[in-house]
């Protein structure tokens, strides 16, 4: 076990944990928001570089500092290690400037996108941008893909987190490549219809932090915060899918199918293509209810749950993220 | 005349035949090692002797050689970094296309001290003909027992292959190298883990420079403690320096550290001067991703201290008014050059090569080349000159690799030492765009 302070709250974590995950055992405002590490993703992580944080103490053996900030979602605590996130005013500016080179060549485009509401750019940007922009020039453009008759890819929106590259490469067979060209030429691959065949690429969806790839069946049928999320399952046969899913609903009519998230975004269980595509009928589920959407989006307007720490951990809670906190109750 | 360690030979007709390599006292290092030491003292002697890593970094090579995890049960491997694609530096293509015996004598000793069994030479994929040099020098080697099974009798055996890369900049970074040479994208890892513990398919690695390679048969020979007596302080050895640039004699020179930077840029053993007699404007000491300097502050610390040719004395002044030696990639310029041009140039190149896999490198360095061209063509505005210096202190320190601060620190740098060239861009557009144009200072203050 190692003992770290993250932002002022000391917390024991296995060894080997991230620093990430450390803070998400914390809970509440401290963490780090992440838009390329998915924890069922095997070596995601490290890339878009938003979860950067400051050590201040690399362990209690050697107190010395990092001389540069690290990225959380793959730097392991060690015993006696010092992390300052929110605290770290280094960190939390980088974070700023990191924000806006994901954005200058974003379409923004929100208005029109069906991953409105629920986008963690759109959550990032909020929390972590600034209003303005400093770039003047024109914005990188693709042409939209439509990768099988179910996947629609739109590459301009893409911030290339690799989620999606990972998840075919994890979950489905024959993939041969999800990236071709480098640096800002970068695009998501159209090796990647090759893998359609697939009963399990519906998942590149749900792991796409933004709206690059979405489900053809819900395009443009309605904002999700009009939907209503249920939770649900039935018997599926496909070996490998866990049968239970969100339904997102308006009255009686299934809009849209996903896997359950966690308040990180993370997908609980991957699921199939036909529960996620075929199955959008009331009377192909068996409802749980209701679902608890967690996390800091529109979606979560109505069903909003606040960001606390896990009290038990922190009977004391320093005064900063005290006040945080009620900050947000307000 | 200045020691030559590894040009000695370089002008020999027919050196780069194993039979002339030989006669002219070649692969004894091989057959020292191999037969009169232990892995570990050859190892020993690397420490001795100072050297430090002539890729660009300079981390001490037998210290790096020392960190080499060795698991029971796994291969270790030894990889030459040959992929030098570097503006401005161009020094590792002469000593494998003059010397090729010398890199395969180095390949041969370091596997030895670090019991690689099977080594690697990635070679940037342009050099498609130095490649085949270096292939026919293998199979000589090969034919002589020097590679293969039991070596000399000894009971080592190594085999060594050459591997081309794609022509990629980046897959000049280490871990990019490796994933390319294991058939994959080459995108830098994520670090730790180092390849020293986890490198080539998964096994301890040890990745080493053409030049560093070279330079340890040397070593062997004469021991590590001869070796640290050149040079001056922590910087031992002699250097392959790639001058170009406008120079009279650019060229590949070696010289030993600690070399007065005056003699090195002026006496006709070297580069003999700035040439058609012009002035010296500025220069990038050691390829494109070191801060560039003016001429006053290279050839003289901002105290006042002239310069050598070593690591510390360039990176005097820090990144306030000092620079690198980084890999000798020398650029010099005269005072027809246009910082802005060449600031964009370079910033053209990382824009180029950047992977893409980190956001403040794949956006950044796009936003740099637009931006500097826009002062470069006549559109800037005096806060864009600002705005360069804000991206690239976003990009600096926070991506998976250095190619981000590479391309940081000549934007930067150019700023610092530069503003007024920047600011005459603005001012005068219709005189900064016509063909040739360069700011001048005196006649700037006039107007
Ligand atoms: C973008 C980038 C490109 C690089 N290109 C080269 C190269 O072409 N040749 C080289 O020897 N080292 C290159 N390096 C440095 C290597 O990562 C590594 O440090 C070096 O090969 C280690 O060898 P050394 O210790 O002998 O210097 C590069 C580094 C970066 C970040
Ligand atoms: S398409 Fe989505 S999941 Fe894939 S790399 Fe782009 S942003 Fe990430
Ligand atoms: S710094 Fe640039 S080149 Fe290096 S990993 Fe990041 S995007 Fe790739
Ligand atoms: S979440 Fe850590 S770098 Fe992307």
């Not at chain 1, 039935?234 to 998230?261: D, F, H, N, Q, Y």
């Not at chain 2, 190619?403 to 940081?408: S, Y």
Request: glycine letters at 10%; a negative charge.
């Amino acid at each position: 076990m190692a003992k770290i302070t993250f932002d002022g709250i000391e917390v024991e974590v296995e060894d080997g944990t991230t620093i990430l995950n450390a803070a998400r055992k914390i809970g509440g405002n401290v963490v780090p928001p992440a838009m390329c590490y998915y924890t069922p993703l095997k070596g995601s992580g490290g890339k878009c570089r938003v979860c950067l944080v400051k050590v201040t103490a690399g362990s209690a053996k050697d107190p010395r500092p990092m001389p540069k900030l690290v990225a959380s979602c793959i730097t392991p605590v060690q015993d006696g290690m010092v992390v300052e996130n929110t605290l770290s005013e280094q960190a939390m500016e980088a974070r700023k400037g990191i924000v806006e080179m994901l954005l200058i060549n974003h379409p923004l485009d929100c208005p029109v996108c069906d991953q409105a509401g629920e986008c963690d750019l759109q959550n990032l940007s909020y929390e972590h941008g600034t209003s303005g922009t400093r770039y003047e020039e024109d914005r990188r453009t693709f042409d939209k893909i439509d990768i099988g008759p179910l996947i629609q890819l739109h590459m301009t929106r893409c911030i290339l987190c690799y989620r999606c590259v990972y998840t075919a490469d994890q979950l489905t067979e024959k993939r041969v490549h999800g990236v071709l060209g480098r640096g800002d030429a970068s695009e998501i691959g159209t090796y990647i219809e090759n893998s359609l065949e697939n009963e399990f690429i519906g998942n590149v969806i749900d792991v796409c932090p933004v709206g690059a790839l979405t489900d053809k069946t819900f395009r443009f049928k309605n904002r999700v915060w009009f939907t209503k999320p249920m939770d649900a399952h039935r018997e599926c046969e496909t070996p490998g899918c866990c049968g239970k899913v969100v339904l997102w609903s308006r009255g009686e009519e299934v809009l849209r199918v996903t896997a359950r998230k966690n308040e990180y975004g993370e997908v609980e269980e991957f699921i199939c293509n036909t529960c996620r595509f075929d199955k959008k009928e009331m009377s192909d589920w068996i409802i749980d209810g209701p679902r608890h959407i967690a996390r800091a989006s529109v979606i979560a307007a109505n069903h909003y749950e606040l960001p606390v720490i896990n009290p038990h951990l922190v009977p004391d809670l320093p005064a900063h993220v005290v006040d945080t906190q009620i900050q947000d109750q307000n | 005349m200045g020691l030559k360690i590894l040009t000695e030979h370089i002008n020999v007709p027919g050196i780069e035949t194993y039979e002339t390599y030989r006669k002219m006292g070649g692969y004894r290092s091989v057959e020292k090692a191999l037969k009169t030491m232990t892995p570990d003292e050859v190892v020993e002697e690397v420490k001795k002797s100072g050297l430090r890593g002539r890729g660009g970094a300079g981390f001490p090579t037998g210290m790096k050689w020392s960190f080499l995890a060795k698991p029971e049960g796994k291969p270790r491997y030894l990889v030459c970094n040959a992929d030098e694609s570097e503006p401005g530096t161009f020094k590792d293509r002469v000593l494998m296309e003059k010397i090729p015996h010398a890199l395969i004598e180095g390949m041969i000793t370091s596997s030895f001290a670090l019991g690689a069994r099977t080594s690697y030479i990635y070679i940037r994929g342009e050099l498609m003909f130095v490649l085949r040099i270096l292939e026919k020098a293998i199979a000589e080697a090969y034919a002589n027992g020097m590679l293969g099974e039991n070596i000399l009798g000894s009971g080592y055996s190594l085999d060594l292959h050459v591997h081309p890369g794609g022509g990629a900049y980046i897959c000049g970074e280490e871990t990019a190298l490796l994933e390319s040479l294991e058939g994959k994208r080459g995108n830098p890892r994520n670090k730790p883990p180092f390849p020293a513990v986890w490198g080539l398919y998964g096994s301890p690695t040890v990745v080493n420079n053409v030049e560093s390679i070279a330079t340890v048969p040397w070593i062997v020979n004469n021991t590590g403690d001869e070796y640290a007596k050149i040079g001056v302080g922590r910087s031992t050895g002699t250097k392959l320096i790639s001058a170009g640039g406008h120079l009279n004699k650019p060229g590949v020179y070696e010289i030993e550290l600690g070399l007065p930077v005056e003699e090195f840029l002026y006496s006709d053993e070297y580069c003999g001067g700035i040439w058609k007699g012009r002035k010296f404007k500025a220069v990038v000491a050691g390829g494109s991703s070191v801060p560039i300097l003016p001429a006053e502050l290279f050839l003289k610390t901002a105290e006042g201290v002239p310069r050598v040719m070593t690591y510390e004395s360039l990176s005097e002044g820090g990144f306030v008014s000092g620079t690198m030696l980084g890999s000798g990639g020398f650029i010099a310029m005269d005072d027809t050059t246009c910082v802005v041009r060449n600031t964009w140039n370079f910033a053209r190149f990382y824009h180029h090569e950047s992977c893409g896999q980190c956001s403040p490198c794949r956006e950044g360095t796009g936003w740099m080349e637009k931006v500097l061209h826009r002062l470069e063509h006549g559109h800037g505005s005096m806060h864009d000159i600002d705005l360069l210096v804000s991206i690239s202190k976003q990009i600096e320190g926070n991506t998976i690799c250095p190619l981000g601060d590479a391309a940081a620190w000549p934007v930067a740098s150019a700023v610092r030492h530069f503003r007024e060239e920047f600011e005459w861009h603005v001012r005068n557009p219709q005189e900064a765009t016509k063909p040739g144009a360069v700011f001048n200072k005196s006649e700037a203050v006039l107007a």
